[in-house]
């Protein structure tokens, strides 16, 4: 009973202090430097070699597919994110539309074929258009970082249906201990599995291209990271105290869910200011 009690007590003070309600959805549209198809020229030696070293990359990306494959036939969800990025980022360092891949090994070859026959048809300034693009941050952050960026800002948003704080506050408070008990540690696993190490492969694959961003997107984006994973340990924090192992009745969660907040603001300001500077309309397909 005591334990009920304080798990009514947390649930009423987080609905009080929050207002957690509503819903949000984002939509994009992004496009890479791209120049019209001339090739009636000869290739220049640096265009073959820029065509070798492109092709080659996407023979490495099949390698992949091939090697994550071989033992069940399909790729493991553990490995799809390291396959995709690297897919992602050659499509649109060649100037192909962006577009969400989907774990698939037919149509993940079928989009190398796309890019080696657009990459074979290159003619000498969209080699150099496609060599510039491999190091700009922009195509970069397109191409590996934006979607994971745009799904953590739903998932550690207050006010969106995909944020697992939000959903068990919104829980019955009437509702028995176990049930309200189970929400929670339904939503603790959902952060720990899933959420935080997505924000965990958001940071990994930004330090692999510290040489790509200006001063000012690198500070942008390492600073959303931060505010990301920030926010998401508060909201963690709150949510453990509906665990019985975990239980602190002396936690401010006025602080907290403002705390939590304020930190979720800045991330999504920083990702609109460095989306906005590069002309990037987010939009999910």
Known sequence: MKHKKHLSIALV???ITSGIAGCSNSTSSTQSTTVKATNTETDTQNTKDIKTNLIAKADAVSKKIDEASQKSGWIEATDFPDIASDLQLLAIT???????????????????????????????????????????????????????????????????????????VSIDKSSPEAEIIKQAREGIESIEKYTYPTIQRIEKNFSKYPNSFSDKEFKLIGESINNLKSSLEKQLKMMKQFDRNTENSELDYEYLLKSATEDYKKAETNIENFESSWNIVYTSK
């Open 13 to 15: 003070a987080l609905t």
């Open 94 to 168: 060649v100037g192909m539309e962006h577009e969400k891949l989907v774990n698939h090994n037919e149509s993940l070859r079928n989009k190398i074929m796309d890019i080696k026959k657009k990459v074979s048809s290159f003619s000498n300034e969209e080699a150099t258009v496609a060599n510039k693009n491999l190091t700009s941050g922009n195509v970069i952050y397109q191409a590996i970082l934006m979607d994971d960026f745009h799904n953590i800002l739903d998932e550690v948003n207050l006010s969106h249906s995909n944020n697992d704080l939000a959903t068990l």
